[in-house]
């Protein structure tokens, strides 16, 4: 794609691809959207200190994690309906993960398959739970995902209801989605998403469909999943998922480091901070801010994932700073499948995997091990100083 240099030239043209119905549904936090914009502004607050005279003619970034290692050290955290921004663009992600060799999680309301995922991407597809209330169900995943050769389950924890996510209000967001006649109308502008829609119409939740009954439709599908994944969710449902699950186990959405203390003692290997992008409770704080204490609290005896607001290698870099063993992105990547498709997306991974090259060189870090809490000041310690003086 000629002229994009940086994640925020992929969202100007996943924006442009995409009619506002379907932009504001991958943009939109909750309520103000105060905690997406915290997420991002989080990091503004962050300095990174560079060491210099060290020898960084050779620098890697690969990184290990549950005993693979990957070449970079940020994959795509799981997004629903991507088949909305572009047909097929769950497989799509997942291809451009595997050529980049780095984790796709595959979202529990993607609209590709399980098995699909196992046959493209089975060393770096990631399956993503979300719990049902007929318990076979999420049990029958669990299944289907060992059969195709996935080795990681997330089990996200951080919707116990739906959020107010007002731009999709506004927008006329419905079950079934029908298009109005001023979203149609404004979709026309967008031609190229129009005729796909035109062509394929709602996308299909496709690993719930064999549960939805004979003869289900994308939209009985979705209302199926609205009302299976309405369902309570208890840490009686990690023991579960722990007892039946053989592979990686990864809780997503923690935020406090009591529940990842209890996570670890229940046999959960990993742990992903994160507020689901913003996208659940306006208030909570940015992952970032939560990140030092729950390191601290489980250390190095679970593996402690990142995700929330990165747009700049050099973002990855302070949660890399702050303990994270591995940090995962949402929009920038889905920003990189609706503006271009494959390409797009591994776009979007190597812009992350080339400005985390340059940071570490700046940095006098030549490998991720290098990096630390030692590298890190904050913009309110600089504050603090100017005060002093
Ligand atoms: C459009 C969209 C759909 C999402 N769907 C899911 C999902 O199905 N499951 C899930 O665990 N998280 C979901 N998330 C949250 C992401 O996995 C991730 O936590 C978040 O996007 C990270 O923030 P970032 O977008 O600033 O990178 C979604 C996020 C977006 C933007």
Known sequence: MHGVVNVEDLRKRAKKRLPKIAYDFIEGGTDDEVGLATNEQAFRNARIVPRDLV???QRDQS??????????????????????FRRGADLMLAEAAREANVPMIMSGTSTGSIEDLG??????????????????????????????????LVFT??????????????????????????TKFEA???????ME???????????????????????????????????????????????????????KGIMHPDDAIRAHALGVDGVMVSNHGGRQLDIAPSPLEVLPA??????????????????????????????????????????????????????????FRREVDI??????????????????????EEDLRRNRR
């Open 55 to 57: 020898d960084v003619t």
């Open 63 to 84: 990184t290990t994690l549950f005993g693979r290692t990957y070449s970079s050290p940020i994959g795509i955290a799981p997004t629903g309906l991507a088949g909305l």
């Open 119 to 152: 046959r493209i991407a089975p060393d770096h597809g990631w399956y993503q739970l979300y719990s049902a209330k007929d318990q076979a169900i999420s049990e029958d995943m669990l299944k289907r995902a060992a059969d195709a050769g996935l080795k990681t």
């Open 157 to 182: 924890v951080d919707i116990p209801e739906g959020s107010n996510r007002e731009r999709n209000v506004r927008n006329g967001w419905a079950r079934p989605l029908k298009l109005t006649w001023k």
């Open 188 to 194: 026309l502008r967008h031609p190229a998403w129009m």
């Open 197 to 251: 829609w035109l062509k394929h119409g709602t996308p299909m939740f496709d690993n719930w469909e064999k549960y939805a009954g004979p003869n289900a439709t994308a939209d009985t599908v979705a209302d199926f999943v609205a009302q299976q994944t309405r369902a309570p969710m208890t840490w009686k449902h990690v023991e579960r998922y722990r007892a039946l699950w053989k592979g990686n186990l990864v809780l």
């Open 294 to 351: 729950i390191r601290d609290a489980v250390g190095d005896k679970m593996t402690v994932m990142f995700d929330g607001g990165i747009r700049r290698g050099m973002d990855a870099i302070v949660a890399l700073c702050l303990g994270a063993k591995f940090c995962f992105v949402g929009r920038p990547t889905l920003y990189g499948v609706a503006a271009g498709g494959v390409p797009g997306a591994a776009m979007a991974l190597d812009i």
């Open 359 to 380: 940071t570490l060189a700046q940095i006098g870090a030549p490998k991720i091990a290098d990096l630390g809490p030692q590298f890190l000041m904050w913009k309110d």
